[in-house]
């Protein structure tokens, strides 16, 4: 369980098209990045 403590870092990576997403353990080194997946981005012309 974590504690109050604890922290997890959320980077987003924006691009034209998509937007990648990773999460990082608050802990120093940077071992535990993980990448999530890439939320593609809709755009509509009227």
Same mark, same amino acid.
């Given at each position: ?8 870092? &959320? @980077? ?6 998509? &937007?990648? $997403?990773? $999460? ?5 080194? @940077? ?5 999530? @997946?890439? &939320? ?7």
């Amino acid at each position: 369980m974590r504690g109050m403590q604890d922290s997890m870092f &959320i @980077g987003l990576d924006v691009h034209k098209a998509t &937007i990648s $997403v990773a $999460v990082a353990d608050g802990m120093r080194g @940077g071992e535990a990045v993980q990448r999530r @997946g890439a &939320i593609r981005l809709f755009t509509e012309t009227r």
